[in-house]
């Protein structure tokens, strides 16, 4: 049950765009041997042309970001425990903020999640440097190595959808989405972060992610998929068998690119 509750307050970890014409009319009076003349001008501004839009060189383009994601998740718990089976639900939801730089390879991700339904807030703030992972939560500071954040980051998970071959390719209002189906080695990392612990057999399923690409580059992603997560220990009334079911939905917006921020490892 210890697992349990460390699991429940640690489910968010580090990953948890007018064009116009103008009509000008220029009235002029002229009076010549008694007789009024007018004459009109009209100049209509040619619209310009669109600039192609090219999502591998937009993400090849960023060097730092900036985003903000919500999303929503749920988690069916199923604990057995000889004949007895304990059934809890869980829905999150999660607001997070985040700025990436690669070229520095560092990171701060501030994470807000709310429990339903009894409404629980936990803050959670993530900071990257390199390899080391400082998480800061509950006044308490853990660090740790792990190198799965720079896999799992929006920007490096695009980048490794545009490897492959979307199922879908549409624009709508100037903007181009792009649909995949995500591999299960893509997508996996993460809902092993956000879901599970290092020894449950996870797998993931129906997972898809769409990408938004406008002139101005890439603006953001939305990525869905599920779990289900088994696990067998032994506790004080014998052999333990837990099972975990989950979803994800998340939608993440670019906000900037290309500004560096400072970010420095919090206290410990």
């Not at 100049?43 to 591998?56: A, G, L, V």
């Not at 339903?116 to 703030?125: E, G, K, S, V």
Request: hydrophobic share 35%; charged share 20%.
């Amino acid at each position: 049950m210890k697992k349990l509750v460390v699991l429940l307050l640690t489910l968010i970890v580090i990953s948890s765009g007018c064009i116009g014409s103008s009509t000008h009319n220029q009235p002029a009076g002229t009076q010549s041997n008694g007789t009024a003349t007018s004459t009109s001008s009209t100049t209509t501004t040619t619209p310009r042309e669109k600039t192609p839009i090219n999502p591998i060189k937009a993400i090849e383009k960023i060097k730092q970001y900036t985003y903000v994601e919500n999303a929503s998740a749920g988690l069916n718990i199923e604990i057995k425990t000889g004949n007895l089976t304990q059934q809890i639900n869980v829905s999150l939801i999660i607001e997070e903020r985040g700025y990436v730089d690669f070229e520095g390879m560092k990171a701060r991700i501030q994470t807000r999640t709310t429990t339903r339904p009894d409404n629980a807030t936990l803050n959670t703030t993530w900071v990257v440097l390199g390899r080391k992972v400082y998480v800061e939560s509950l006044g308490n500071v853990t660090i740790e190595n792990n190198t799965q954040f720079w896999r799992t980051n929006p920007v490096s998970l695009a980048r490794e959808l545009l490897k492959l071959r979307p199922i879908g390719n549409y624009t709508e209002n100037g903007t181009l989405i792009l649909v995949y189906s995500v591999p299960e080695e893509l997508v996996l990392p993460l809902a092993e972060l956000y879901f599970t612990t290092p020894e449950m057999n996870t797998t993931v399923t129906d997972a898809t992610a769409e990408l938004y690409f406008t002139e101005n580059g890439f603006v953001g992603v939305k990525l869905t998929y599920e779990i289900l997560a088994t696990t067998t220990t032994t506790g004080i009334g014998g052999e333990v068998k837990v099972k975990e079911k989950g979803f994800w939905k998340g939608t993440v917006k670019i906000t900037s690119i290309n500004k560096k921020e400072e970010v420095k490892a919090p206290s410990t």
